[in-house]
T-cell receptor, first 111, second 115 residues
Framework: LAKTTQPISMDSYEGQEVNITCSHN???????ITWYQQFPSQGPRFIIQ???TKVTNEVASLFIPADRKSSTLSLPRVSLSDTAVYYC????????????FGSGTRLLVRP | GAGVSQSPSNKVTEKGKDVELRCDPI?????LYWYRQSLGQGLEFLIY????????KSGLPSDRFSAERTGGSVSTLTIQRTQQEDSAVYLC?????????????FGSGTRLTVV
């Protein structure tokens, strides 16, 4: 499974756009990119998943360049409630059952 | 059910005792996973079920850990002769299996404290 690298922590302010970039240089052809959000004392929550280009849902956008060696999770106009740990994962159709979680990015949103 | 349910939410046990942790997955989800999360750390994969079978047990830390799933639904994770290093949050997740476009749905976990 492709290893991912993402910043340990990020700070932002309410109303700002936050972009968290994840590196996955060894991503395989059939690997998807998935992001999860985790609040204290809760299990991770699925945010968004993509394979290439751009994916958008009601929560976030995911930008994936053509070489797919990195991806960027974009959170528009964050609020205090977006303070959480964000995990980037890669996995394929046959290996997605074994999602490997790294240390994630701890996002702190300040008033 | 509407979500993944885990019980108990908190468990304090004495070193050397056995504990059982329960997971009720979302109805119809064929795949079920157990993870462990120590304080301030990422998630550590323990075991994966497809139906009642466990094709991958590679993450179980020792032979004191075992898990089963019955009826393609409820799963139980058992830890025998608990040790202090077993203290962690044990998370269960379920999915439709394969490349589920909605990812895994996690429960809120069982916080296990071994004293």
């Amino acid at each position: 499974l492709a290893k991912t690298t993402q910043p340990i922590s990020m700070d932002s302010y309410e109303g700002q756009e936050v972009n968290i970039t994840c590196s996955h240089n060894n991503i395989a052809t059939n690997d998807y990119i998935t992001w999860y959000q985790q609040f204290p004392s809760q299990g991770p929550r699925f945010i968004i998943q993509g394979y290439k280009t751009k994916v958008t849902n009601e929560v976030a956008s995911l930008f994936i360049p053509a070489d797919r060696k990195s991806s960027t999770l974009s959170l528009p106009r964050v609020s205090l409630s977006d303070t959480a740990v964000y995990y980037c994962l890669v996995g394929g159709m046959d290996s997605s059952y074994k999602l490997i979680f790294g240390s994630g990015t701890r996002l702190l949103v300040r008033p | 059910g509407a979500g993944v349910s885990q019980s108990p939410s908190n468990k304090v046990t004495e070193k050397g005792k056995d504990v059982e942790l329960r997971c009720d997955p979302i109805s119809g989800h064929t795949a079920l996973y157990w993870y462990r999360q120590s304080l301030g750390q990422g998630l550590e994969f323990l075991i994966y079920f497809q139906g009642n079978s466990a094709p991958d047990k590679s993450g179980l830390p020792s032979d004191r850990f075992s898990a089963e799933r019955t009826g393609g639904s409820v799963s139980t994770l058992t830890i025998q002769r608990t040790q202090q290093e077993d203290s962690a949050v044990y998370l269960c997740a379920s999915s439709r299996g394969g490349q589920d476009p909605y990812g895994y749905t996690f429960g809120s976990g069982t916080r296990l404290t071994v004293v």
